[in-house]
């Protein structure tokens, strides 16, 4: 059901400031608003998608044995990887693969029959063709989506050749184990996982180069023994490397950081091969070194456009692997198959900053419900259908047995307790969370489940807080509050004379961002853009500064937050309220106003105090952005400038009124420029909801409107970032925090692009941003049908790549890029609140402005494992923040079922097809498993696997539906009813009614 923030995750910390929205903060208000993510995208969790057509399982080898044998299709695979399912279906073939639970007799060998030769295939009953090229997928998002990805070109379904050698055993089909009628021999084969190496061996062997092997962090899709893909973090492959199982991925759980041993290159022949040719990324530790030499050179500066809208200074090589991909291919580089020979297990952050400090952890917590098996083995089934089925010891099985199903548990995984003769891993501890489709127990799960229930503060914090605090408090009679002492201010730039006011959602509390414009009269402008200056209150190695780095950033549910900082330091000391000095970190530009940058200018980097005149939120800024409102009016609408909202300290309505509207001319002139220079912008619906008095109940759930004034904060905000990125870049070297977007799998947009080809006759260019945001805007005036463009902007989402974060020494300069923004380098410094990734922006930034770059307190290497650390935290956060969104709206859903709800559809499978419901923005999957009771279907297609179809025929009454034969297609339109899932995991429901008709 997740939808993806926008491509350009960034305006996360701007203009999509709806994840600052007290009402999600506060328990004692009666609204809430929330967005809901489906990224960015990206991402995230990262599984590889094909949304055009539901193939997401490559072609296996052809075996020259088997050549007249077609292949056999998977009886237990639909169309498992939608964002929306969120569930891995356990079909026909699961419920008759033969186990043997307690030795790991999982998957014997299969007995070789020759004369299986002339088989046909057998028909896949639940979704999708097991045997297809498929392309990976990653909220925007502003997103801040993740999902197992292919970075360089989105091929992570690779041909797959025949293990038999290894102990596999092939999917059951649909005849329980028959062919021709006669039932199969079911081989008793063991299988043992393969031994792990020694860390010492891995680490020698990866610092020494060896191309063999890499080190990454796996991710496995949401299926049975599904594929697993190695993200190496070195970028030292040119795509993910394929796990094809569960012997490649070797006992390794979804989300561990592993070593991967890479298996020979197969030529043409299907024989294996251990050289490493001139095409095999692996050869060179930068996947970029190949392509540059097939291409002229280009640099950011020779765009025109660019220079004047960012004028970059840093001499950077632009690199357009998009554009490079078919070229790649061609000429061989390929997708590498590895297995795993170490999982690194997780240590405490504090170790990984200070490796003095042992103190490893060994453990994983694991939630879910459980299942008791006929044998007497009781079962954890994860609420992440990425990770495995966890064996509970008789004890614990004996304890929980009067359980009832829907019960939540929580369990602690011990590294290296799964030995290699075991099937599955075991767990202890065990623990009872609580009930399904309760809203605490939820919360709690889905906190635990994306490791981001970071408790309450530590005293220490919170004494530590209060005196940083203290420092500034004051009484005056019965006047109370905080102010910069004269001590504070010194040597700061003083804007507390200056027209500067915040824009933020109507509830916010921790404000951390303030704007200023200035007409200089010559046609040019001057911007500042003002930050909460937290680094000033939270030192390096404090106990703030360790519990912020160990949170890393503030946790945005329906019904709450969960703050990074507390809240005495984000709500009050930092907080730019209005009518108050505070203390800030400035950025000072000038621009021309057709919102290009002045040339040759020295941008004003620096510690400031500013006084805010006005707390204006978006929907009063819409109303001065659209003439409503400060125009002179004699008296003003209290509904539409709210008094608590107006100006202070001898600002006028009028002049506040007049720099809105400035602000907003200038930035609609800059983010025109931005989409010609080629910028994009996948925009998802978002979801906000209104709760009752009780904080657990949904009383309204409605798409949230994004609207000019959101968009007037956020181009400022990326130009700020950007600027800063570039003092980082040019002062700081290696060490500068840089937040990356990374080009998205081109296989992955190319299944859209045929799509769109076969059904609608549309040509969508993906060689850049730019070309597919044009191909975007050239569909939106030709497409008479809108809904067609809203469904292939959220078909593109899926293989978009989330940004992340980097030390810039890393990787290569021309690896620094957002693909999404089209710009050359790019960070975070507008948000030190609720990331900490922006603390360690303006601490850097400091220390260039102080020429102690050498002096910092981290280098380079430790920088770069905060933003593993960040990444990390920022994507669990995103996965809760959707988590929360889909068990408050399946809440609404179960007390407001929406019927007759329009329906597009986005892929078919066999026995499934994906439905996008363009009024709310999201997306799930249809079983007709679930309608056999009334309905008959037929898959075929017409050209390809992308024009699957299914033809639907009704049986019997059902429901007063008079319609006959129905036939699902992309883009074809049905009414469905939206409800909640009646089984856990909670979630939102889609049943068919039959074809769309207008009313």
Not at 86 to 106: T, V
Not at 347 to 376: D, Y
Not at 518 to 534: K, P, R, S, Y
Not at 796 to 806: C, D, E, F, G, R
Request: hydrophobic share 30%; net charge positive.
């Amino acid at each position: 059901m997740a939808t993806k923030d926008s491509v350009v995750d960034e305006s996360s910390s701007s203009s999509l400031k709806m994840k600052k929205d007290d009402t999600r903060k506060d328990k004692k208000g009666s609204n809430a608003n929330t967005t809901r993510n489906g990224e960015t995208a990206a991402a995230v969790a990262k599984e590889p998608q094909n949304r055009a057509n539901g193939n997401y399982y490559p072609k296996k080898k052809e075996n020259k044995k088997r050549a007249s044998m077609k292949p056999k299709n998977d009886p237990n695979r639909g169309n498992i990887n939608s964002d929306a399912t969120r569930k891995s279906e356990n079909g026909s073939a699961a419920a008759k693969e033969p186990q043997n639970r307690g030795n790991g007799n999982s998957f014997p060998k299969k007995k070789d029959n020759p004369k299986r030769a002339s088989m046909k295939p057998k028909n896949n009953p639940n979704g999708a063709k097991r045997n297809s090229n498929a392309a990976r997928k990653s909220v925007n998002a502003s997103a801040d989506a993740k999902e197992p990805q292919n970075r360089s070109n989105g091929n992570s379904h690779p041909k797959k050749k025949d293990n038999r050698k290894q102990g596999w055993m092939e999917p059951s089909d649909p005849n329980g184990g028959k062919r021709n009628g006669k039932a199969k021999k079911k081989s008793p084969g063991k299988i043992t996982f393969p031994k792990y190496c020694s860390l010492e061996d891995c680490q020698t062997r990866y610092n020494a180069r060896d191309p063999n092997i890499v080190r990454g962090t796996v991710r496995i899709l949401p299926a049975k023994d599904s594929f697993g893909f190695c993200s190496c973090d070195r970028g030292s492959q040119q795509s993910d490397v394929l796990l094809e199982g569960p012997l490649e991925q070797n006992r390794a759980l979804h989300g561990d950081t592993v070593y991967v041993e890479l298996l020979p290159v197969e030529d043409n022949d299907g024989n294996g091969s251990t050289e490493i040719s001139d095409h095999d990324s692996s050869a060179s530790m930068k996947s970029s070194d190949s392509h540059n030499d097939r291409k002229e050179d280009t640099w950011w500066q020779d765009d025109p456009i660019q220079m004047d809208l960012w004028a970059p200074t840093v001499p950077v090589q632009r690199v357009n692997r998009l554009a490079n991909a078919p070229e790649d291919k061609d000429a061989g580089i390929g997708q590498r198959k590895g297995r795993v020979v170490y999982v690194v297990p997780p240590k405490a952050f504090s170790s990984e900053i200070h490796p003095t400090q042992q103190t490893g952890a060994s453990f994983k917590r694991i939630v879910g419900t459980l299942k008791r098996l006929h044998g007497g083995t009781t079962l954890l089934t994860c609420s992440n259908r990425s990770m495995p089925q966890f064996c509970l010891s008789n004890n614990d099985a004996k304890q929980f047995e009067d359980v009832p199903e829907a019960a939540i548990f929580q369990a602690k995984y011990k590294y290296g307790s799964w030995k290699e003769t075991f099937n599955r891993p075991s767990c202890s501890d065990v623990i009872q969370l609580g009930q399904s489709y309760s809203i605490e127990d939820e919360t709690t799960t889905l906190l635990i489940e994306n490791g981001v229930d970071h408790g309450d503060f530590p005293a220490s914090v919170l004494e530590e807080c209060q005196n940083v605090v203290a420092s500034g408090e004051y009484t005056n009679g019965t006047e109370s509050g905080w102010k910069p002492t004269p001590e504070m201010c010194e040597g700061r730039k003083d804007f507390r004379n200056r027209r500067i006011f915040t824009i933020d959602p109507t509830t916010a509390k921790d404000l951390d961002d303030a704007l200023h414009i200035e007409d200089l009269g010559n046609g040019q402008v001057e911007v500042g853009v003002h930050i909460a200056d937290v680094s000033f209150f939270v030192d390096q190695d404090t106990h703030l500064d360790l519990e912020a780095r160990r949170r890393c950033t503030t946790v945005y549910l329906v019904d709450r937050t969960i703050p990074m900082l507390p809240r005495p330091l984000c709500e009050i000391a930092c907080s730019l309220n209005e009518n108050v000095e505070r203390l800030a970190f400035s950025c000072v530009w000038r621009m021309n106003l057709d919102g290009s940058m002045v040339k040759g200018q020295k941008v004003f980097y620096g510690r400031s105090v500013i006084k805010s005149c006005a707390r204006l939120d978006y929907a009063t800024a819409q109303n001065i952005i659209e003439d409503k409102v400060g125009c002179g009016e004699n008296e003003v609408d209290e509904e539409l400038w709210p008094k608590s909202r107006r100006p202070t300290g001898g600002h006028t309505i009028d002049q506040v009124a007049a720099d809105v509207r400035l602000m907003n001319r200038v930035a609609q002139a800059r983010r025109s420029l931005r989409f010609q220079n080629g910028a994009l912008a996948l925009n998802g619906v978002k979801l906000t909801f209104q709760l009752d008095g009780d904080r657990e109940t949904p009383l309204l759930c409605k798409p949230y409107e994004i609207r000019d004034s959101n968009r007037l904060v956020e181009e400022y905000m990326l130009l700020a970032n950007y600027l800063v990125a570039q003092q980082l870049v040019t002062h700081a070297g290696g060490r500068a925090c840089l937040r990356n977007h990374e080009p998205p799998g081109f296989d992955g947009l190319q299944k859209v692009v045929e799509l769109a080809k076969l059904t609608i006759g549309f040509t969508i260019d993906v060689t850049s941003a730019g070309a597919l945001q044009r191909s975007l805007n050239k569909l939106s005036r030709e497409c008479e049908d809108e809904l067609v463009l809203k469904c292939l902007t959220q078909m593109l989402t899926v293989p978009m790549q989330q940004a992340t974060y980097i030390a810039a020494g890393t990787v290569k300069p021309e690896d620094w890029a957002h693909f999404a923004l089209n710009i050359p380098y790019y960070t975070h410094f507008t948000s030190p609140i609720r990331r900490y990734a922006d603390v360690i922006v303006h601490r850097l930034l400091q220390s260039t402005l102080d020429s102690t770059v050498d002096d910092f307190e981290l280098d380079e290497k430790q920088i770069n494992q905060i933003c593993i650390r960040c990444n990390e935290k920022k994507e669990g956060s995103r996965k809760a923040q959707e988590r929360s969104d889909i068990v408050f709206f399946a809440l609404y859903l179960k007390r407001h079922p929406l019927k007759s709800q329009l329906g597009v559809v986005l892929s078919v499978g066999l026995k499934a097809f994906n439905v996008f419901l363009p009024d709310l923005g999201i997306s799930s999957m249809i079983y007709l498993d679930e309608h056999k009771n009334w309905i008959d279907s037929e898959p075929y297609s017409l050209v390809s696997d992308n024009d699957r179809r299914i033809k639907l025929v009704r049986t019997t009454k059902h429901m007063g539906e008079t319609w006959k034969e129905l036939v699902i297609k992309a883009f074809c339109k049905v009414r469905v009813t939206c409800t909640c899932q009646e089984q856990p995991p909670i979630k939102e429901k889609l049943v068919l009614e039959g074809p769309w008709t207008a009313a």
